[in-house]
């Protein structure tokens, strides 16, 4: 009787210390799923022929294929998709999860941004991007970039483009001038605005690249296997590491590493909320909320199947799921 009693008390004592010891994976919990329709294929298709996204890989998909909604942006009133196998993007209204319209762009759209009143629409295969009404959804304008247009960024004044496939980053006027493009690492993928500089994950190179806002190489700074997304957060920036299962925070005024965390399996897309960071696990199909502080994981959800990205937008967070055709949602605080 002692010792059931003992081994009743252990249990609950491991418990116990499991809820409060930082690093300690806590209960997940699920999201609201937003079917965006269609037929829904395997998350194995994300990781395809060796790259971290099946864009990449080029070649048609199957009929039975997903169409890989991979790109996220907020406007304000909706939350844009993209769609990349269907060549589109999907508007859903945020007050009330509708789907509000699809609107053609151009061949595999990767990549979303809202910047300038627009929407911008990244498309790899075309070479293109895309300006969109956000009202109405038609393009207002078509320009185009250097080879695998696949990232976005906004300085405040112009777009900025990661072009994945030619080893570059674009510099264009929201007037759709060319202002330069400049050469950066092996197959650049995020890109975000910080201490008035761009900072520019390159996946093949396991470096961060620093421009200046006229496109000079201030610094390249190590970080994990495979850096994929970058977000700004106050005078740091996130990184995250999609073959270390880690995500690396950065001081945005000389890229000293402050510390490296461990998320999940493929870390992808990262998002700051104005309080915490959220990382996106593409192979877990998870997306983790942690404590910028201290890179604690302070909650987990679980999405759909193989997700890529992430937006804060009407105080929640929205997370497309590649494999699964559909968009997770939740409250973000």
């Keep these: 009787m002692i010792l059931l009693k003992w081994r009743v008390f252990s249990v609950a004592l491991l418990l116990a210390m499991a809820a409060t010891i930082p690093g300690v994976t806590k209960a997940q919990t699920a999201m609201n799923e937003i079917s965006l329709g269609g037929t829904s294929g395997g998350a194995a298709q994300t990781q395809a022929a060796g790259v971290a996204d099946i864009g990449d890989v080029g070649g048609t998909p199957s009929p039975a294929s997903t169409a890989g909604p991979e790109a996220v942006a907020f406007d304000g009133t909706y939350v844009w998709v993209a769609t990349q196998f269907n060549d589109s993007i999907t508007r859903i209204r945020v007050s009330d999860s509708t789907l509000a319209g699809t609107f053609v762009v151009g061949k595999r759209p990767v990549a979303l941004l809202y910047a300038a009143g627009s929407i911008w629409c990244a498309n790899l295969l075309s070479n293109t991007i895309s300006k969109v009404t956000p009202s109405t959804g038609a393009i ?56 008035n500089s761009i900072w520019v994950a390159t996946n093949f190179s396991n470096m961060v690249y620093r421009l200046s806002t006229t496109g000079v190489v201030l610094g390249k700074f190590a970080v994990g296997k495979g850096p994929f997304g970058v977000a700004a957060e106050g005078e740091n920036v996130w990184v995250t590491n999609y073959f270390d299962k880690t995500v690396t925070k950065l001081r945005a005024s000389d890229g000293f590493t402050l510390g490296t965390f461990k998320v999940g399996d493929g870390a992808a897309g990262v998002a700051f909320d104005g309080v915490n960071i959220w990382v996106v696990n593409n192979g877990d199909s998870t997306v983790m909320k942690i404590d910028p502080s201290s890179g604690t994981v302070s909650a987990t959800y679980v999405t759909g199947k193989g997700p890529f990205s992430i937006a804060f937008g009407g105080s929640k967070i929205w997370v497309p799921n590649f494999g699964s055709n559909s968009v997770s949602t939740a409250a973000a605080n």
């Design 140 to 195: 207002a304008a078509t320009y185009s970039v250097a080879d695998g247009p696949g990232g976005l960024a906004f300085d405040g004044t112009n777009i900025w483009i990661s072009n994945r496939h030619s080893n570059t980053v674009t510099k264009l006027s929201t007037a759709g001038k060319t202002l330069g493009t400049f050469a950066v690492g092996n197959r650049p993928i995020g890109l975000a605005f910080n201490a």
